[in-house]
């Protein structure tokens, strides 16, 4: 993660409680918008993951997955642009490989937001995900 000065505030007490009082909602947020159960919901109307399985396999969401939520929420384009959101993600999740870089150098997410990506599972394996953690913190940096 990349300390700038929004990331610096977002670490105080403050924002950590605020943070915290949400957590379980925001846990079925993230459970519902990992790919597996995000596409189980819509073809099948039944969740293929719980959180525990989800906890024992790692299991990330995608940061198209992450653009899907907030379109789906109406958070893009109303309360913030496509481009930001790619920013922040990569200022939260930073690539660390060269298909990662690729991911963020050829602006991959900005393209997706543009397709109908609510009925197409879109994948790149440059896709770097987002860690439950990680996807608290880049909806909070939104909010900031």
Not at 29 to 40: A, G, K, Q
Not at 99 to 125: P, W
Request: proline share 3%.
């Amino acid at each position: 993660m990349i300390m700038d000065e929004i990331n610096r505030k977002l670490m105080m007490e403050n924002a950590i409680r605020t943070m915290s009082s949400y957590e379980e909602d925001l846990k079925k947020l993230f459970l519902i918008y990992v790919s597996e159960n995000y596409w189980s919901l819509k073809r099948q109307n039944r969740l293929l993951l719980d959180q525990r399985e989800v906890d024992l396999q790692n299991k990330r969401m995608s940061a198209v997955g992450f653009v899907r939520f907030l379109k789906e929420a109406d958070i893009v384009p109303h309360l913030i642009n496509i481009e930001h959101v790619e920013e922040i993600v990569s200022r939260i999740v930073p690539h660390v490989n060269p298909k990662e870089n690729e991911f963020y150098s050829k602006h991959f997410l900005v393209d997706c937001y543009s397709k109908d990506i609510e009925n197409v599972d879109l994948k790149n394996d440059g896709d770097p995900g987002l860690q439950l953690f990680e996807f608290i913190f880049a909806l909070a940096r939104i909010a900031v």
